[in-house]
C-alpha cells in the first residue's frame, strides 16, 4: 500500500488517541510510560475496530444478558460465622501499623 | 509407572502400590523434566510426601481414604492455597500467602488428592499462550519451539507429560480447553455454576469456571465428582434444587443411543487444513457408533470474540481494581503520596496484557461509550445463547474444533494482541452461553502436534456430555499418545 493511504488508514481507524488513553490510564489508576501509551493507542483502536463488528446486528429488541443462567442468587443463612482474624491478613500487607493497614497521609 | 488417576486411585486403594512411592515416582519425574518443561511454579516435595505417607497408613489400617485417594493433583496457580504462594503468575502477587484454601483445594484434600504443585499460566489467567506468565516459561511438550496454550498451559504440560496424574485449571473464554488440545490431553469446563468459585482469583466473573485437565475423559469424571457442588461461600455456584449434581463416573461407559450430534459447517471450514480432516473423521466414528449427524447455522457465534473482549475485560478492570498496593500484593517503592501507591503499584506489578484488557475494560464502561461498547455486547451475548438454545432443540451436542490451528510458536502471536485474541474463537461461545465444554484428543497434524476436538452441551449435561466424550475415546487411541519428552 503506498505510503499515503497507510496514513489515511491509521487516521481514519484510530478511535483511541494518546490523550485518551491517558485519560482512561489516569481512571484505571494504571502509570503509563510514553512508549506504553503510544503502543495501547494503536492496539486499543485496532481491537475496538474489531469489536464494532456487533454493529452488523440488529439488537433493538433484544435484552442485555449479564448471567447466563436463569438462576438468581443462592443466599446462605444469615449467622455469624468466625472470620480470618486480623492478624492473618495484615499478613500480606505491604504496610502496617498495629492494627491497621498504613498508607502515605491522604489529607493536607 | 501410569499415573493416570482413577487406575492410580485403585491401584492406591487395592494396596498394589503405595501412595508414597506413586508421589515420589511423580517428582521424580518433575525433576527430571520441568526444566525443560516449566510447568510448575511451585512444588511441595515434602509436605505431599508426608500427606501421602498418612494416607498410606489410613489404608493400611482399611479405612477409607476418599475417592482420589493419594493421587497427586496439581492446581493452576490462581487457586487460593494456605500452603505455598499463590501468585497468578503475576509480580503483584508473586508473595502472596492466602489465608484460605479455595473451595476446590479443600473439596480434593478432602477426596484423599496430594496436592503436588501450582502451575504455570497466563498472568490473571489472560492470554491464550501461557506467554504472559511474568515468572515462568512453559514449552509444548510434544515440541519445545511452541506454546503449550492457555492460560493453564502449566497444567495442561503437566498432564501431558506425566508430571501429575490430574490437574485443575481456570476456562474464562477457552482457558482449559484449548491448552488441553495443544498438549494432546482432555480437558472440561464444566457449566457456569456447577463448581464453586470460592477462592479462584476473579477475572471475569460471569465466565470463569474452574474444571479439570486430565490424561482421558474417566478422570475428568472422577474429577467432577470431587469438585461440582453448590458452596455457601460462593452465591453464583448452583444450589442442589435447581440442578443437582449428578453421578459423572457411573455410567461413564454406556454410549448414549440414539445420539444425535450436530456440526457447524462453517466453524469446521475456517479451521486448518490438517485440524479439519481430524474433525471430519470424528464425525465419521460417531456415525459408525449410529450417530446421527444433523448440519446447524449458529450465525452468532462469529460475533464471539468481539462480545468477549468487551465482557471479559469490562469484568476483569473491576475485579483487578482490588490491587491497590494497599492491602495486600505489591508496592511499589518511590511513593510520595496515596495516589502513587495505586498508580505507580499497579504500573510495576502488571504486565502488558493485564494492563491492556484493565484499559480496554474501563473504556468500555467509561461514560459515554458504555452503550455502544458494553450494553451492546450483553444485547449479542444474549443472541450467541439463543443460537445454543436453538441448537440444542436439535440434538444432544455441538461438535467443532476446539482451535482452529494446533499449537503455534513463541512469539508468532505476541505482538498483535488482535490475532492472540482470535485463536480463541471456537472456545469463548460456550462460556458466554454457560454451557459445558470439553476437548478431547483427536488427531495429530504433519507436524506431530495434537488435534482437539470439541463437544458443547445443553447446561449441567456434564454427566451426558462425558459419556459422549467417553464414546469416542473407547474407538480411538489418541489419547494413550504420549509426548516424546518423557
Known amino acids: ?108 | 509407572m501410569d499415573c493416570n488417576c482413577k487406575k492410580l486411585r485403585d491401584d492406591i486403594a487395592a494396596g498394589r502400590i503405595k501412595s508414597a512411592e506413586a508421589v515420589e515416582a511423580v517428582f521424580d519425574t518433575i525433576e527430571k523434566n520441568d526444566s525443560k518443561i516449566g510447568s510448575y511454579i511451585s512444588t511441595f516435595k515434602e509436605q505431599a510426601i508426608a500427606n501421602s505417607k498418612q494416607l498410606d497408613e489410613k489404608i493400611s489400617t482399611g479405612k477409607s481414604a476418599g475417592i482420589l485417594a493419594g493421587t497427586p493433583i496439581a492446581i493452576k496457580d490462581n487457586m487460593c492455597t494456605t500452603f505455598g504462594a499463590t501468585s497468578c503468575a503475576s509480580k503483584m502477587l508473586e508473595n502472596f500467602h492466602a489465608p484460605y484454601n479455595a473451595t476446590v483445594v479443600e473439596k480434593l484434600i478432602s477426596a484423599g488428592a496430594i496436592i503436588i504443585g501450582k502451575t504455570n499460566m497466563d498472568e490473571f489467567a489472560m492470554g491464550s499462550s501461557t506467554e504472559n506468565s511474568a515468572l515462568l516459561k512453559t514449552v509444548n511438550p510434544w515440541n519445545t519451539q511452541c506454546v503449550p496454550g492457555g492460560s493453564s498451559g502449566g497444567s495442561a504440560a503437566a498432564v501431558a507429560a506425566g508430571m501429575c496424574s490430574a490437574a485443575l485449571g481456570s476456562d474464562t473464554g477457552g482457558s482449559i480447553r484449548q491448552p488441553a488440545s495443544f498438549c494432546g490431553v482432555v480437558g472440561l469446563k464444566p457449566t457456569y455454576g456447577r463448581v464453586s468459585r470460592f477462592g479462584l482469583v476473579a477475572f471475569g466473573s460471569s465466565l470463569d469456571q474452574i474444571g479439570p485437565i486430565t490424561q482421558n475423559v474417566t478422570d475428568a469424571a472422577l474429577m467432577m465428582n470431587v469438585i461440582a457442588g453448590h458452596d455457601p461461600a460462593d452465591s453464583t455456584s448452583v444450589d442442589e434444587k435447581t440442578a443437582p449434581v449428578c453421578d459423572c463416573l457411573e455410567k461413564i461407559d454406556e454410549p448414549i443411543g440414539n445420539l444425535k450430534i450436530a456440526v457447524v459447517p462453517q466453524f469446521n471450514t475456517g479451521a486448518d487444513g490438517d485440524v479439519q480432516k481430524a474433525i471430519n473423521e470424528a464425525i465419521e466414528v460417531y456415525k459408525k457408533m449410529g450417530a446421527e449427524i444433523v448440519e446447524i447455522d449458529m450465525p452468532h457465534l462469529e460475533y464471539s470474540v468481539a462480545v468477549y473482549y468487551i465482557v471479559a475485560t469490562a469484568e476483569a478492570s473491576g475485579n483487578l481494581a482490588r490491587y491497590d498496593g494497599v492491602h495486600y500484593g505489591h508496592r511499589a517503592e518511590d511513593i510520595e503520596n496515596y495516589i502513587d501507591v495505586y498508580c505507580k503499584s499497579r504500573a510495576a506489578g502488571f504486565g502488558k496484557e493485564v494492563k491492556r484488557r484493565i484499559m480496554l475494560g474501563t473504556y468500555a464502561l467509561s461514560s459515554g461509550y458504555y452503550d455502544a461498547y458494553y450494553l451492546k455486547a450483553l444485547k449479542v451475548r444474549n443472541l450467541i445463547r439463543g443460537d445454543f438454545l436453538r441448537a440444542f432443540e436439535k440434538c444432544d451436542c455441538v461438535l467443532i474444533p476446539t482451535c482452529p490451528t494446533t499449537a503455534f510458536k513463541f512469539g508468532e502471536k505476541m505482538d498483535d494482541p488482535l490475532k492472540m485474541y482470535l485463536s480463541d474463537v471456537y472456545t469463548i461461545a460456550a462460556n458466554l452461553a454457560g454451557v459445558p465444554a470439553i476437548s478431547i484428543p483427536c488427531g495429530f497434524d504433519g507436524n506431530d502436534l495434537p488435534i482437539g476436538l470439541q463437544l458443547m452441551a445443553p447446561a449441567f449435561g456434564e454427566d451426558k456430555l462425558l459419556r459422549i466424550a467417553r464414546m469416542f475415546e473407547s474407538k480411538t487411541d489418541w489419547h494413550k499418545r504420549r509426548p516424546p519428552i518423557i
Open chain 1, 1 to 108: 500500500m503506498p505510503r499515503f493511504f497507510f496514513w489515511m488508514a491509521e487516521v481514519m481507524s484510530k478511535k483511541i488517541d494518546a490523550e485518551l488513553v491517558k485519560k482512561v490510564a489516569k481512571l484505571s489508576r494504571l502509570e503509563l510510560t510514553e512508549t506504553e501509551v503510544a503502543e495501547f493507542a494503536n492496539q486499543l483502536s485496532a481491537i475496538l475496530d474489531y469489536v464494532e463488528k456487533m454493529e452488523q446486528l440488529d439488537t433493538t429488541d433484544v435484552q442485555p444478558l449479564a448471567h447466563c443462567l436463569p438462576i438468581s442468587n443462592c443466599l446462605r443463612d444469615d449467622c455469624a460465622k468466625p472470620s480470618l482474624g486480623t492478624e492473618k491478613i495484615l499478613e500480606n500487607a505491604p504496610d502496617t501499623d498495629g492494627d491497621f493497614f498504613k498508607v502515605p497521609k491522604i489529607l493536607d
